[in-house]
């Protein structure tokens, strides 16, 4: 398998093969790039960012505390909407908590 790391700005392009058993990544500059290899083989995950609704109208940007398996992406994406934060929330205040148990809270990162 061929990808891009993600994990920082120099884009290592990045193979990723099985070899005997084992998982092994080339092509990385970092070790951040063999983690990111490893795991984008076996189970890849992303950060979610979107939006949700203020209860008094508007808009808030929240993103998830951390990686979820790309199979639940869509069902996080759907709950994330479903969901009207206080109009008083500030720059990190957790809206939800461990959304489908995945141990990842939605956090706000920003108002408009």
Not at 21 to 43: A, L, M, P, Q, W
């Amino acid at each position: 398998m061929n990808t891009i790391c993600i994990m920082c700005p120099m884009g290592c392009p990045l193979t990723v093969e099985e070899v005997g058993g084992e998982i092994k990544v080339s092509g990385n500059t970092c070790k951040r790039g063999e983690t990111y290899g490893r795991d984008e083989f076996s189970h890849p995950k992303r950060a979610i960012t979107t939006l949700v609704k203020l209860s008094g109208g508007g808009v808030a940007s929240v993103k998830t505390s951390g990686s979820v398996p790309k199979e639940k992406i869509f069902d996080v994406i759907h709950f994330i909407g479903t969901i009207v934060a206080p109009d008083d929330v500030k720059i990190g205040d957790t809206v939800s908590q461990n959304v489908f148990g995945l141990g990842v809270d939605v956090v706000i990162t920003g108002r408009k």
